[in-house]
């Protein structure tokens, strides 16, 4: 078994794990022969295990949100499922550009345009078009962004967050009627209204914890 050098000191550029014989970390770039290249261990220390490629995507999902410009603290469940809605925005926007396409566009149009020279001119060849490759790009990532989500819990963590909102509810109308005069003791009047009232949102809270079960 591995471990990984402290985090404070390892170098994103190289695996870093500690090595199994010698002293030292590994210095193979990060993700070496994993599908997660530029991110993580190595193939030798574990990165093509599953919870190092889930953690491989959370991590790349943060430097999306970061590039971008969103917010950058954030917990990686809620930067995954952003990354699911930004990139499900992106394959319906590309899906429209490809639907609008004459069906000889789709595979064939211009790839080169050269002003001046000996070989100047217009390119033409049989390749996709542009509005494609991105379409297949995007659903690629959706797919990916989607998988890592469900896995990493976000919808355990929507369902904590519910049951968080509901108990804050709570506090707010018990604090709100105690501070205008009236009892909220349990098992008084304003007290039962309040849960008769609430009711309903901590029956969607059981119900979606029924669905994640």
């Known amino acids: 078994m591995t471990t990984d050098a402290p985090e404070e000191s390892r170098d994103e550029r190289f695996c870093g794990a500690r090595k199994r014989q010698g002293e030292g970390t590994c210095t193979q770039p990060s993700g070496w022969g994993t599908d997660h290249v530029g991110i993580g261990s190595c193939k030798l220390h574990g990165g093509s295990m599953q919870n190092h490629k889930t953690a491989a995507i959370a991590t790349q999902a943060r430097r999306d949100v970061t590039l971008f410009g969103a917010r950058i603290d954030i917990h990686p469940a809620d930067a995954l499922l952003e990354l699911v809605q930004w990139t499900a925005g992106e394959v319906d926007y590309w899906r429209q550009r ?6 000889q566009d789709l595979t064939w149009g211009v790839t080169r345009v050269k002003e001046g020279g000996d070989d100047r001119g217009t390119t033409e060849e049989a390749k996709p078009n542009v509005a ?62 309040i849960l008769r009232h609430l009711a309903p949102l901590r029956a969607a809270v059981e119900l979606e914890q029924g669905a994640t079960a």
């Open 98 to 103: 490809v639907r609008v396409l004459e069906e």
């Open 132 to 193: 494609y490759v991105m379409l297949v790009d995007a659903s690629n990532r959706l797919e990916k962004y989607s998988t890592a989500a469900l896995k990493a819990g976000v919808d355990e963590r929507r369902v904590r967050l519910a049951e968080q909102q509901g108990m804050l509810v709570q506090g707010v109308l018990v604090a709100v009627l105690g501070e205008l005069g009236h009892d909220v003791s349990p098992g008084s009047a304003a007290a039962s209204v």
